[in-house]
């Protein structure tokens, strides 16, 4: 069972991380073809769950990163088609900028930032839920 705050706190991420696919799908939903097991964009009530991106945030203590704690932006790209590295370090680029733009505004009262930690994009900062 999760905390109200932490439940509210993941709701919010879960809108960012809605409009962070949406994005991704107006820049890329047309360059690759969509597997086919999974179904086109907007046929599902969750972005996760249809077109051409997974995109979402996990959690990660940090033990071993140089950063520390924070979410990981976990992003699945839908497609059999082979992606250049190039091009698909270009759509995490391009991932990470829309949250790093988006998260002041979804989260005005926390100092967040997204920065590069080894392989994969975070999102650092104030995580506290405040007293509980």
């Given at each position: 069972?999760?905390?109200?705050?932490?439940?509210?706190f993941?709701?919010?991420?879960?809108?960012?991380?809605d409009?962070?696919?949406n994005?991704?799908?107006?820049?890329?939903e047309?360059a690759?073809?969509?597997n086919?097991?999974?179904?086109?964009?907007?046929?599902?009530?969750n972005?996760?769950?249809?077109?051409?991106?997974?995109?979402?945030?996990?959690?990660?203590?940090?033990?071993?990163?140089?950063?520390?704690?924070g979410y990981?932006?976990?992003l699945?790209?839908?497609t059999?088609?082979?992606?250049?590295e190039?091009?698909?370090?270009?759509?995490?680029?391009n991932?990470a900028?829309?949250v790093?733009e988006?998260?002041?505004?979804?989260?005005?009262e926390?100092?967040?930032t997204?920065?590069r930690d080894r392989?994969?994009?975070k999102?650092?900062?104030?995580f506290?839920?405040?007293?509980?």
């Amino acid at each position: 069972m999760y905390h109200p705050k932490t439940m509210e706190f993941d709701s919010r991420l879960k809108k960012l991380f809605d409009e962070v696919d949406n994005y991704l799908e107006d820049l890329y939903e047309s360059a690759y073809r969509l597997n086919k097991v999974r179904p086109a964009r907007g046929e599902t009530s969750n972005p996760e769950a249809d077109g051409l991106f997974d995109i979402g945030a996990v959690f990660t203590p940090g033990y071993g990163s140089e950063l520390g704690r924070g979410y990981l932006i976990d992003l699945k790209i839908s497609t059999p088609e082979k992606i250049e590295e190039n091009i698909r370090q270009e759509i995490y680029k391009n991932a990470a900028d829309k949250v790093r733009e988006l998260l002041p505004l979804h989260f005005p009262e926390r100092e967040l930032t997204v920065s590069r930690d080894r392989n994969h994009y975070k999102i650092l900062g104030d995580f506290n839920l405040g007293e509980i």
